[in-house]
T-cell receptor, first 115, second 112 residues
């Protein structure tokens, strides 16, 4: 089973709202990722958690706040977003065993619209 | 730094045509190479992968061979179907790296 689940599927929020995106995997993977994908573009890496610790932050604005409560869950807290933050937010996971081939498995994404 | 270059789309073919989507890469060492597919309104699905030179990845009739001498990982399918219409991303993962490097994506449309 290579399933990564994400909720909600769609989200509309105002610029003053606070919301959270949730990602879950039960494959025993120890690395989890947040990507942002704008229309007709490839995904862009935002954050990487490795063994529940933040290992990569790609200079993402502080209005995006990741959290990894345990090895199966990854959250992305959103606050005071801008309309240009509207995008598809993808979660991914991989084994993180330090091996050569760390295949990343993606979830279906949350489509976010900021008004 | 590492980079991936894909043939620009969109690509439009008739059903049962032969498909090639070119992908070349620049990387140090021995990266792993991937093809992901994104159907309309969905996330990315792993289509196939190869982890070392001369490896051939295959899945659902698609194939790609890791060619280190030409730094290429071209995607091929002998007979495409309407259901193959999607965006295809070539990607690489450097040795010990966690950041996938994506190509720009190729939009494929198959007409009946």
């Amino acid at each position: 089973d290579t399933e990564v689940t994400q909720t909600p599927k769609h989200l509309v929020m105002g610029m003053t709202n606070k919301k959270s995106l949730k990602c879950e995997q039960h494959m025993g993977h120890r690395a989890m990722y947040w990507y942002k994908q704008k229309a007709k573009k490839p995904p862009e890496l935002m954050f990487v958690y490795s063994y529940e610790k933040l290992s990569i932050n790609e200079s993402v604005p502080s209005r995006f706040s990741p959290e990894c409560p345990n090895s199966s869950l990854l959250n992305l807290h959103l606050h005071a977003l801008q309309p240009e933050d509207s995008a598809l937010y993808l979660c991914a996971s991989s084994q993180d065993s330090g091996g050569q081939s760390e295949t990343q498995y993606f979830g279906p994404g949350t489509r976010l619209l900021v008004l | 730094g590492d980079s991936v270059t894909q043939m620009e789309g969109p690509v439009t073919l008739s059903e049962e045509a032969f498909l090639t989507i070119n992908c070349t890469y620049t990387a140090t060492g021995y990266p792993s190479l991937f093809w992901y597919v994104q159907y309309p309104g969905e996330g990315l699905q792993l289509l196939l992968k190869a982890t070392k030179a001369d490896d051939k990845g295959s899945n659902k009739g698609f194939e790609a061979t890791y060619r280190k001498e030409t730094t290429s990982f071209h995607l091929e399918k002998g007979s495409v179907q309407v259901s193959d219409s999607a965006v295809y991303f070539c990607a690489l993962l450097g040795q010990g790296a966690q950041k996938l490097v994506f190509g720009q994506g190729t939009r494929l449309t198959i007409n009946p």
